[in-house]
């Protein structure tokens, strides 16, 4: 494998090293995630001179995809699949029936695999494919194990997916049809993650959610930096996210941030709001309780998308939630269902168990008083409820089925 070493410089984009959250011990770039001096999380860091050379300019120059902020990406897009630029959609009637001010919905099931993973996948293929890796590999709740298939049927690249073997049949299809080798492993995702992370010690793979995880995680902050841009370059005053391992919620607020720190949007304060099921709430218990630590738990529920019990970025989500004056909660199934239809019927988007998660949440907080309805909010929609048609069957059914005949239908009684 030829080393980072032999590189050009310019395949790692504003990137200049990797730095441990921890304890800032920094590395030079590479596949690695872990810090050898206290085992902390590494995670990017940029050159500012590189970063500061971005303009709202040179961003609205580009091409209509994630892609436009490379620039503040650790890499170059050597792997693009038309990923990002989803669209923001405002949600008056959504906003009405909840007693808001101004609501949008980040719609990211737009994008090539259906969810927003494609984007984090997208900066770990490039970083796999700079770092000379030939295999992508994963383990995956599922979107993830879409988007790495896809990405690696698209770039040339080989790719070996990890899934939990009860997953969404939606799921299973959408992966598989990409032709790469898919392990149906008899676990659950933390045992699938585990079992990746012995993997990764033997076998010289490009792990997205492992050895290249900290490429991977940038990805999600294109979702932050099109909100800003959609929003005609500002913040809005509040945002909620779903968590799984926490990676994307972080990643927003990083963007955010980053942007304020540039001058390409005045760093007006907001509130980022956290979205779990009550079936995997390690994250929103925590918050509950006051915790800093996250303690683990064993997943069950319909968000099987959001099913990490053991979740890597949860004290670093909790920190997020808590400097900002933001609040996490957690919805039962049922309420999950609910949030899913109630989305579909008052913006015509179908979002999958995940989103359900997300408005179910904003639902709570609003009652619980959280969350300002006079404040203009975002919530963010990640992934496309084709893919989980079984939560909805039982409730998403013909009016009546009648026969062929107009004295059928009027006997119907549905002359609207
Ligand atoms: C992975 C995923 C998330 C959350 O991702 P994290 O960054 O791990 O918190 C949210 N929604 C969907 C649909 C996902 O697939
Ligand atoms: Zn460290």
């Not at 949008?104 to 293929?125: L, Y």
């Not at 979702?223 to 926490?246: D, F, N, T």
């Not at 683990?296 to 998308?305: E, F, Y």
């Not at 989980?388 to 089925?401: F, G, I, M, S």
């Amino acid at each position: 494998m030829t080393s980072v070493l032999d590189r050009p410089a310019a395949q790692f984009g504003s990137a200049a090293n990797l730095v441990c959250r921890e304890c800032g011990t920094t590395y030079d770039l590479g596949p690695s995630h872990v810090c050898e001096m206290c085992f902390g999380p590494l995670e990017i860091g940029y050159d500012a001179d590189l970063q500061a050379l971005v303009t709202r300019e040179s961003i609205e120059a580009g091409p209509q995809t994630m892609w436009r902020y490379h620039g503040l990406l650790p890499v170059a897009p050597l792997v693009d699949l038309h990923v990002g630029m989803t669209r923001l959609v405002p949600a008056p009637h959504l906003a009405k029936v909840l007693g808001m001010r101004a609501l949008w919905v980040k719609d990211d099931s737009g994008n090539p695999t259906h969810s927003f993973k494609d984007r984090v996948v997208s900066v770990a293929a490039s970083a796999a494919r700079a770092l000379g890796f030939e295999v992508l590999s994963c383990a995956s709740t599922g979107n993830l194990a879409n988007a790495v298939a896809a990405a690696a049927a698209n770039s040339g690249l080989k790719s070996v997916v990890f899934i939990p073997n009860d997953l969404e049949a939606g799921k299973v299809v959408t992966t598989a049809v990409y032709g790469g080798t898919l392990v149906a492993v008899e676990g659950s995702y933390d045992d699938v993650n585990r079992l990746c992370a012995e993997v990764a010690g033997e076998l010289p793979w490009a792990f997205v959610n492992v050895n290249v995880r900290p490429f991977y995680a940038e990805g999600s902050k294109t979702v932050g930096y099109e909100i800003a841009e959609q929003l005609g370059w500002r913040l809005p005053e509040q945002v909620v996210i779903p968590i799984a391992s926490g990676s994307l919620l972080t990643k927003v607020d990083k963007a955010w941030r980053e942007l304020g720190k540039l001058g390409l949007v005045d760093p007006t304060s907001y509130q980022v709001f956290g979205a779990q099921s009550a079936g995997c709430s390690p994250v929103s218990s925590a918050f509950r309780a006051g915790h800093d630590v996250v303690q683990p738990v064993r997943p069950t529920g319909i968000a099987k998308s959001l099913n990490i019990g053991n979740p890597a970025d949860g004290p670093y989500a909790l920190d997020v939630v808590r400097r900002t004056g933001g609040a996490i909660d957690d919805v039962q199934d049922g309420e999950i269902i609910e949030g899913i239809q109630l989305l579909a019927e008052t913006t015509g988007i179908f979002a999958e168990t995940a989103g359900g998660v997300t408005v179910a949440t904003l639902r709570k907080l609003l009652a619980s008083g959280a969350l300002d309805p006079e404040a203009e909010t975002v919530i963010l929609n990640t992934g496309d409820g084709l893919k989980t048609l079984d939560a909805v069957e039982a409730v998403a059914r013909p009016t009546a089925t009648i026969r062929p005949s107009l004295d059928a239908f009027r006997e119907a009684g549905l002359g609207l």
